[in-house]
């Protein structure tokens, strides 16, 4: 009798197990299927859009004739935009994530600036964009409509100061790169502190049993052994932000000429991208066919290098 249980218990956990088998095969080789054929139809669409004028030339006007104008200003001010919030957004979350792995690691505060990052991870960028759009631009426009329209508004050190809020919270790039720093921050703190608590607690001990101040071991040793994880995690912070449209339309917004100006309106791949698919014209649709290609080679080449970064730290380490 217990034989012929466990028999048919045996035989209904290899039923299940082949079950699941099947499932979790057919829904990997149906994502890879759509995986497949998104990068295969980018890549048999950009490549057409490719040529030197892309590089070269600014983006054409609407109706231009196939082969003329190319994505330089979009290019260049993505690139302005990504480097400005890497640069905000990575000294922020190194610090932050230095304070949770090695001063708020078994204290309440440290975990609660761990689910509130969570949620900042994984909140919609649209949302960080809406946030950034109404502090930087949609307010300080509030405050200066409401002093204008006093008395005292019109004259006077209120009016200039109505003015010079007016002036500084138009659509622009300074606003682009605060709305994808917001977007870094968190991966960047969660890398670190990751990072930071797989290093050895002996690393620790043997630096402090030396008399090394606590600053200097995490600087001069910590850092040093999760250096590689913690580059990893900016970079994929930036391979994030490379294709963020939704943020960029409600701060940065588009520019069609050329600009360096970091309060003004920037041009940007994305926005671009999103434009020119959106438009009837060809040349603009086989640009952003370009431009989308474009995106997902640099999204390639940087997570090939952050893996790269990890994988010569765990050979390291073995």
């Given amino acids: 009798m217990d034989l012929a249980v466990s028999e048919r218990l045996f035989q209904r956990r290899r039923i299940v197990n082949v079950l699941a088998l099947v499932l979790s095969g057919t829904a990997a080789i149906i994502g890879l299927f759509f995986l497949v054929w998104i990068l295969f139809t980018t890549l048999s669409k950009g490549i057409d859009g490719l040529s030197v004028a892309m590089f070269t030339e600014m983006t054409p006007p609407p109706g231009a004739e196939v082969g003329v104008g190319g994505l330089l200003n979009a290019i260049v001010g993505s690139i302005v935009m990504c480097v400005l919030a890497v640069l905000m957004a990575a000294p922020i979350g190194i610090a932050a994530g230095t304070y949770l792995a090695e001063y708020a ?97 002996q690393m620790r001990e043997a630096a402090l049993s030396l008399g090394i101040p606590q600053w200097k071991v995490t600087t001069h040793v910590l850092y040093r052994a999760a250096l590689s994880g913690i580059l990893t995690g900016v970079m994929l912070g930036l391979a994030r932000i490379s294709g963020e449209t939704a943020p960029l339309l409600f701060t940065a917004f588009n520019n069609s000429f050329w600009n360096l100006d970091l309060g003004e309106p920037m041009a940007n791949l994305p926005v671009t991208v999103y434009q020119f698919a959106m438009s009837p014209f060809e040349n603009w649709q086989l640009l952003a066919w370009a431009g989308a290609f474009l995106i997902t080679c640099f999204v390639l080449l940087v997570s090939i290098t952050a893996r790269t970064l990890l994988l010569r730290k765990k050979i390291a380490h073995d």
């Fill in 105 to 201: 690691n078994f204290r309440k505060i440290g975990a609660v600036i761990r689910f509130v990052n969570d949620i900042l991870l994984s909140a919609p960028s649209i949302v960080l964009g809406l946030f950034v759009y109404m502090v930087l631009i949609g307010t300080p426009r509030q405050l200066a409509t409401a002093i204008q329209s006093t008395e005292a508004g019109q004259q006077g050190w209120l009016a200039d100061v109505a003015n010079w809020l007016i002036g500084v919270s138009g659509f622009s790039a300074i606003a682009g790169a605060v709305a994808l720093g917001f977007i870094v921050l968190p991966v960047v703190v969660r890398t670190t502190d990751e990072m930071l608590r797989l290093v050895p607690a």
